[in-house]
């Protein structure tokens, strides 16, 4: 099957640095990626879907300018958390589809971020 | 709003025993369905979708799952469940929109006695 790759899978950071995490889609193309964000013992929140080649699209109420998405290619979107904050501590998981209709996403085994 | 429910938060069962998963949608005439499974600090991996055709899917590890338009229901079902099954269980629903963004219930945490 489709295999999603994220660097790194976990990191640790101080208070008020940035953090870049690296989604990969290893064997096929992802026209569309998606970043979600997953709080201890609950459900994915969809933060943002991004397209190839163009703005990441960010689902209501998560910052755009903390949290930015890049597509730069079919294979890699990156989730940059700027300035980051002891609660923006959470687990991070990317997913990426060919972006058809009822197509099937491929998850990334996720990014556990914590902020000192 | 589309939402997706799953009224079971945590389900104990014992080995060996069989294994129903409730999953309730809310959107749309032409649903698109999944069921994924994570294990702690995993990310997520499929373990059967509908889109349409027969309502009875079969999936990996032994899993299926029924597509019931009349109850909005797609619930998730094993005969024998065994102790690798224990995992967090979310069922989620394709928006149909422009980019597919999936919505997900809030999971059922599944415990597998021996």
């Known amino acids: 099957g489709a295999v999603v790759s994220q660097h790194p899978s976990w990191v640790i950071c101080k208070s008020g640095t940035s953090v870049k995490i690296e989604c990969r889609s290893l064997?096929?193309?992802?026209?569309?990626m998606f970043w979600y964000r997953q709080f201890p013992k609950q459900s994915l929140m969809l933060m943002a879907t991004?397209?190839?080649?163009?703005?990441?699209?960010?689902e209501q109420g998560v910052e755009k300018d903390k949290f930015l998405i890049n597509h730069a290619s079919l294979t890699l979107s990156t989730l940059t958390v700027t300035s980051a904050h002891p609660e923006d501590s959470s687990f991070y998981i990317c997913?990426?589809?060919?972006?058809?209709?009822?197509?099937?996403?491929?998850f990334g085994p996720g990014t556990r971020l914590t902020v000192t | 709003a589309q939402s997706v429910t799953q009224p079971d938060i945590h389900i104990t069962v014992s080995e060996g025993a069989s294994l129903e998963l409730r999953c309730n949608y809310s959107?749309?005439?032409?649903?698109?369905l999944f069921w994924y499974v994570q294990s702690p600090g995993q990310g997520l991996q499929l373990l059967l979708k509908?889109?349409?055709?027969?309502?009875l899917v079969q999936g990996i590890k032994g899993f299926e799952a029924e597509f019931k338009r009349s109850q909005s229901s797609f619930n998730l079902r094993k005969p024998s469940v065994h102790w690798s099954d224990a995992a967090e269980y979310f069922c989620?629903?394709?928006?149909?929109?422009?980019?597919?963004?999936?919505?997900f219930g809030k999971g059922t945490l599944l415990t597998v006695n021996p």
């Open positions: 997913s990426a589809g060919p972006g058809q209709g009822g197509s099937e996403q491929y």
């Open positions: 064997d096929f193309q992802a026209t569309t």
């Open positions: 991004s397209n190839e080649g163009s703005k990441a699209t960010y």
């Open positions: 959107y749309g005439a032409t649903p698109y």
């Open positions: 509908y889109f349409s055709g027969d309502t």
């Open positions: 989620a629903e394709d928006s149909g929109g422009s980019n597919y963004k999936l919505t």
